[in-house]
């Protein structure tokens, strides 16, 4: 046996390879992106014929999955939630067909949100597709529950999702396993057109099948113990009891734990849908009231069904939005217990202290920011410097960050910084007027869905400028590697992807390269794009800023180090800290003049040709 000290996301790979899973793919994004590097680890240090890849975007990612399945193997793909709206439509459509081998679909839920545009509830996407859903509340549970989602996928045929929020994806846990072995099961792939290639008539078969799978599913998790289970005690009644599942269940039993609290029972849901009606009935039969707690939304709540005796977010109880962190639920189950004439867990609210004695120390508020050297903020400057009256829609990805110089008017989701531009000139081009528009995306984010919108653009002879901001790697999500560079996720040779030649086949004729580095020379290229596109000749132009992330690849990236200083020319004007905005220069309290951090700085030099004064000098 061997042991490790585990992130969640490691024990959700971990749990794949001890369950046989057999192809593995996904789309980085958090919290989910460390599961697939996890697999790759685990996968090579046991020597596993596991097939893994990170996908173009999610739909791709959950079709290859889908395809191996049908196959007859095991397969998963993972992504956060709001990958699963990518992959919505072959997520529907699966659940009526179902599957051979098992397909488990897991979807990383962002409560907070931290690092995401919603706080969607997956188990709320699981239900319309009419999906399993398995939600654990630890490392260890998230483990076992991707076995038992391969046993119920294969028992049922049909997709199970495991929807770990993200204090399960990024915990750590104490985590034995014995030895991995490969699944060696062989593709078998049996044709079968009405099933796989169903046409409505085949498809409302299907869908009363489903249904059929749904009652025995239920039964099935009324006595799923131990992932559903309660505290009851036979013949005994409550003035109150409380259900929850996911991250909340396990807060709820420490704090009972702590406060020694043992006259309030607890119903645990680990498999929340289909709902385990037969369970649920009698713990609200034992209950004159039944709280409810649980991320990120009502599901749970909704399919009790008697919102007279049910506490929870549609009572008031429960915050509608925000993560649920321990603090807040002590101070939920204190309302509850008052509410309900019982003793609150205790007299004063859980982390308040801690509260107040960081509030105490006085510590700056730092707003997130473009790292030190990073080649999107010079591409920033650049646009505003040339078009500064500009719309300026972009997208998902670090350089949304570039709403802190300026740049960056709208995001909506990945791949609407070309589709809003475009709307956007429909807006204007409607009034007769002709409005500077420039779109900012970066290349991996280009791939995953903003091909299709340039081509619409194109053929409907939008008017715009789109900026592709190239560093060669798929920076905020973890540094996963760029389909321009031709590596793939276990260090194997890919087959690299231009970015010209896809711009090229979008039907753009307007295709600049350029170095953001060079401000001087963006400046330039922007404003004779915005010539091209006024021309009556003219049309969409498109830039590469193409320099490498320097985190991803310090030395290739800042080649040539130059260090710099602020000479006394400088006169506070302002300018660099408020419209360039790098981490390395900040004005000092005491003296209040503006310096540079040299432990920040990476010595890009770009800042050099910043600066209206010219008070930046090389060293």
Not at 12 to 32: F, K, N, R, V, W
Not at 201 to 206: D, S
Not at 255 to 276: N, V
Not at 540 to 567: D, L, Q, T
Request: hydrophobic content about 40%.
């Amino acid at each position: 046996m061997k042991q490790e000290f585990i992130l969640g996301n490691g024990a959700i790979a971990l749990g794949l390879l001890e369950a046989g899973c057999q192809i593995m793919t996904s789309y980085p994004g958090t919290p989910s992106s460390e599961i697939l590097p996890e697999v790759v680890r685990f996968s090579k240090a046991s020597n596993l014929n596991t097939r893994i890849e990170w996908s173009i975007n999610e739909k791709v990612a959950f079709d290859n999955a889908f395809a191996a399945a049908i196959s007859g193997k095991r397969a998963a793909c993972c992504m956060k939630m709001v990958g699963l709206n990518v992959a919505a439509d072959s997520f529907m459509s699966a659940a009526y067909i179902g599957n051979i081998g098992g397909l488990v679909i897991i979807s990383c839920d962002d409560p907070g949100p931290h690092s995401s545009q919603t706080e969607q509830d997956s188990r709320l996407m699981a239900r319309m597709a009419k999906v399993p859903v398995l939600d654990p509340s630890s490392p260890e549970e998230a483990r076992e529950m991707i076995k038992l989602g391969f046993e119920l996928s294969e028992e049922f045929q049909v997709p199970v999702m495991v929807r770990p929020a993200i204090r399960v994806c990024h915990a750590r846990q104490n985590i034995e396993y014995d030895v991995l072995e490969s699944n060696l099961t062989k593709a078998d792939f049996k044709r079968e057109p009405t099933r796989w290639a169903s046409t409505p008539k085949f498809r409302f078969m299907q869908h009363k099948v489903l249904n059929e799978k749904h009652i025995k599913i239920s039964e099935k998790f009324n006595t799923l113990t131990p992932f559903n289970r309660h505290t009851l005690e036979k013949g005994k009644s409550y003035p109150l009891g409380v259900v929850t599942g996911g991250i909340p269940a396990s807060v709820i039993l420490d704090m009972f734990e702590e406060y020694e609290r043992t006259d309030i029972p607890i119903l645990k849901l680990g498999a929340p849908y289909p709902f385990p009606e037969k369970m649920c009935n009698e713990f609200m039969d034992a209950c004159d009231k039944v709280l409810v707690i649980e991320e990120t939304d009502t599901l749970i709540e909704y399919l009790l069904g008697d919102k007279r005796n049910t506490l929870g977010r549609l009572s008031g109880h429960v915050p509608m939005e925000g993560e649920l962190v321990p603090e807040k639920i002590e101070g939920v189950l204190n309302k509850a217990f008052r509410d309900c004439d019982l003793s609150p867990l205790s007299d004063s609210d859980c982390g308040q202290e801690a509260f107040a004695l960081a509030g105490t120390l006085e510590l700056p508020i730092r707003k997130p920011t473009l790292c030190p050297g990073c080649p999107h903020r010079a591409s920033f400057f650049s646009i505003r410097k040339a078009l500064p009256k500009a719309i300026f829609p972009s997208d998902i990805g670090c350089y949304t960050l570039g709403s802190n110089l300026g740049v960056v008017d709208t995001v909506l989701d990945m791949g609407a910084g070309i589709t809003m531009a475009s709307g956007f000139w429909n807006a204007y081009i409607q009034d007769g007027v002709k409005k500077s528009i420039v779109a900012t995306i970066g290349d991996s984010t280009f791939f995953h869905s903003g091909i299709t919108g340039l081509i619409n653009a194109v053929y409907n002879d939008a008017r715009f400028i789109l900026v592709i901001l190239d560093n060669y790697i798929t920076a905020m999500t973890g540094m996963q590697p760029a389909i321009t560079q031709g590596i793939r996720v276990d260090g194997s040779k890919g087959n690299p992807i231009a970015l010209e030649t896809i711009v090229k086949g979008c039907g753009i004729d307007y295709l600049k390269v350029i170095d953001p580095y060079d401000t001087k020379n963006m400046i330039q290229t922007v404003k004779d794009a915005a010539q091209y596109v006024d021309d009556p000749e003219g049309g969409i132009a498109v830039i590469i800023a193409r320099h490498p992330c320097v985190i991803g690849f310090k030395e290739k990236a800042i080649p040539e180090k130059i260090k710099v200083y602020i000479s006394d020319e400088c006169n506070e004007c302002g300018f660099c800290l408020t419209r360039f905005e790098c981490p390395a220069l900040y004005q000092d309290k005491e003296t209040g003049k503006t310096q540079i951090n040299e432990v920040l700085c990476v010595e890009c030099g770009v800042c050099l040709q910043i600066c209206p004064q010219d008070a930046i000098k090389r060293a």
